[in-house]
């Protein structure tokens, strides 16, 4: 559907589609919510989710949320709010509510990785071992001094694959994860149905990880935007949402 810039609003004079051709996919951590000391920690704004169903509803249904999380932890805070959630980084992708969890086809981590990354761990207080489905993350928030160290040793140990997995940046951590599936998959892979087909992506995150997502958007003649190149942080970002659910059904509150 052909877009005219008079027919958008959107941070800092940049623009992006009216809520009838919109999809909203938003990251998670540091984006929705403020990014905590650990992954349990995070806290929902209580009014967070009204504002979400709100705006889910003024898009016709198209919202989701695209997180490195895996979709059971963004169940467990946002319930059923979205209509769609992609977890692990686009590894598992669950296209409607109730629906199945579609997994990526994915290579075997090598068995002796996460025992390493144990062992190298439990040497050094403050280092976290995140598990996920197909790899794992190195946290060293609590022991930034490791920084270093914990990429050399992730690096040591993805260059045996030959490009299966690579070492993924994060904030204050390090993943390891299988190459080639990353949040601009999911974005592509939402697009491909309704109630996302045929509508103009807009993702919002806030990490390197994002920037997959946001290349994808404008790929398909959306819009990415960025914490905080395009606001100052999460708060702020929760306030322009906020903003954006307070007009009529077919118009942006702004």
């Known amino acids: 559907m052909p877009m ?5 609003a959107g941070p800092a004079g940049r623009f992006m589609p009216p809520p009838g051709e919109a999809a909203l996919l938003l990251d998670f951590d540091g984006t929705l919510v403020d990014i905590a000391p650990t992954p349990e920690s995070v806290v929902v704004s209580p009014g967070l989710p009204d504002v979400l169903r709100r705006l889910r509803a003024k ?7 695209i997180s490195g999380r895996a979709v059971d932890q963004i169940d467990h805070f946002l319930g059923d709010v979205p209509f769609a959630v992609a977890g692990e980084h686009g590894l598992a992708v669950r296209h409607r509510p109730d629906g199945p969890i579609v997994h990526a086809e994915l290579p075997a981590m090598p068995p002796t990785w996460l025992p390493a990354a144990e062992a ?4 050094h207080p403050g280092v976290r071992i995140e598990r996920k489905p ?3 993350v190195l946290h060293y928030r609590a022991a930034p001094e490791m920084a270093d160290v914990l990429r050399e040793a992730a690096e040591s140990w993805v260059a045996s694959t030959h ?3 690579h070492v993924q940046t994060a904030k204050m951590a390090w993943e390891i994860r299988p190459h080639g599936v990353d949040k601009g998959h999911a974005v592509a892979a939402l697009m491909q ?3 996302f087909a045929g509508r ?7 990490d390197v990880t994002d920037e997959d997502g946001i290349r994808a958007a404008e790929a398909l003649g959306g819009a990415g935007f960025r914490i905080p190149r395009d606001f100052p942080d999460p708060a702020a970002f929760r306030a322009w949402l906020a903003t954006l659910a307070g007009g009529g059904d077919d118009s942006w509150g702004v």
């Open 4 to 8: 005219s810039p008079t027919d958008y």
């Open 59 to 65: 898009c016709g249904d198209a919202l989701a949320v």
């Open 120 to 123: 190298l761990a439990a040497q």
């Open 134 to 136: 197909a790899g794992f």
């Open 163 to 165: 490009g299966r997995f």
């Open 193 to 195: 149905s309704p109630p």
């Open 200 to 206: 103009h992506p807009v993702f919002v995150g806030d």
